[in-house]
């Protein structure tokens, strides 16, 4: 199964996402739903890129990314949270559709405080 999690620390202002797991719904090579979450992945790594070429970050962010499973966490500056909270919303909400179309394959834990 794969697990998708996305949080927000206010007392920090981190952002995160991981995502650990395989979902084992086809052998692998095969496996769609591995590939779309791997797709989503890979598009909030890169969106972390773009924040931290434009300057929108207070310090470097943190992207592990390896088969099966990937780390990001981001502190934007105050005046580009919004815009940083809604660059990863979009990736949630890609884990979001998995989660509810195939519930035996990915788990989606969304923003809290963490």
């Known amino acids: 199964m794969i697990t998708a ?4 620390n206010q007392n920090t202002g981190d952002i995160s996402f991981k995502s650990t797991g395989h979902a084992q719904s086809a052998p692998k090579g095969e496996d769609l739903i ?33 088969a099966g499973r990937c780390y990001l966490r981001i502190r934007p500056k105050p005046e580009y949270r919004v815009i940083c909270f809604n660059m990863l919303q979009v990736v949630a909400t890609g884990y979001q559709v998995l989660a509810e179309t195939f519930p035996k394959h990915v788990e989606l834990h969304s923003f809290g405080n963490a």
Do not use: D, G, Y
């Open 5 to 8: 999690t996305f949080r927000e």
């Open 34 to 66: 591995c590939a779309a979450a791997s797709a989503f992945a890979l598009q909030a790594t890169q969106s972390i890129r773009t924040m931290e070429r434009q300057e929108w970050l207070e310090k470097p962010a943190v992207a592990e990314v390896k």
